[in-house]
């Protein structure tokens, strides 16, 4: 089946660990998300790529880094510079520019004590 | 960052009735998406826009994208108890490759 893949659906961390979150997708689509959403909000952008081997900051990008080195692949690295880490992670991937359909995973809630 | 305005945040109606939301910017979309998210999990497509103007429906569900391509409206029509969700609009802008959402509306319905 295609789709995009989250993991973990959960996540513990030690403050002051680095942690990487896995995103992949076998859609072929060309461009990927990450979001971060907090209870009872809304999504935040935090990176986006349109293309293999380069991504973009969004608007809350600080204290996460992300790599596009495969065109499935899309992980996000919560680093220890993050100061409110502990929220619900979101990845989506859209086909390309024009088709701007976004497709969402699961997500994957962290957790940092 | 860029935001887009929706509302009401919340609505608390009865089976049966009809619901209606929106979606605003001060900036220009070239594109609008409707997504509904259940609790704990991904926002699930349900409408996409393209053109100004543009009437699409899925099932009990309408959405517009508005001619001054700066707002979309959805409506949900007869709704029923699997109509609980939080609903976010998205929307994509001419100059920018960011996928920018809405606050959030809400929406509980009573039997």
């Known amino acids: 089946d295609g789709g995009i893949t989250q993991s973990p659906k959960y996540l513990f961390r030690k403050e002051g660990q680095n942690v990487t979150l896995s995103c992949e997708q076998n859609l072929n689509h060309d461009a990927m998300y990450w979001y971060r959403q907090d209870p009872g909000q809304g999504l935040r952008l935090i990176y986006y790529s349109q293309i293999v081997n380069d991504f973009q900051k969004g608007d809350i990008a600080e204290g996460y880094s992300v790599s596009r080195e495969k065109k499935e692949s899309f992980p996000l690295t919560v680093t220890s510079a993050q100061k409110n880490p502990t929220a619900f992670y979101l990845c989506?991937?859209?086909?390309?520019?024009?088709?701007?359909?976004?497709?969402f995973g699961q997500g994957t809630r962290l957790t940092v004590v | 960052g860029q935001q887009l305005n929706q509302s009401p945040q919340s609505m608390f109606i009865q089976e049966g009735e009809d619901v209606s939301m929106n979606c605003t910017s001060s900036?220009?979309?070239?594109?609008w998406l409707w997504y509904k998210q259940d609790p704990g999990e991904g926002p699930v497509l349900l409408i996409a826009l393209y053109k100004a103007g543009e009437l699409t429906s899925n099932g009990r569900l309408t959405a517009q994208f508005g001619i001054t391509r700066k707002d979309s409206f959805l409506n949900i029509s007869a709704s029923i108890p699997s109509d609980v969700g939080i609903y976010f609009c998205a929307g994509l802008t001419y100059n920018t490759d960011k996928l920018i959402f809405g606050t959030g509306t809400r929406l509980q319905v009573f039997p």
């Open positions: 989506a991937s859209s086909a390309d520019r024009e088709r701007a359909e976004a497709f």
């Open positions: 900036s220009i979309f070239n594109t």
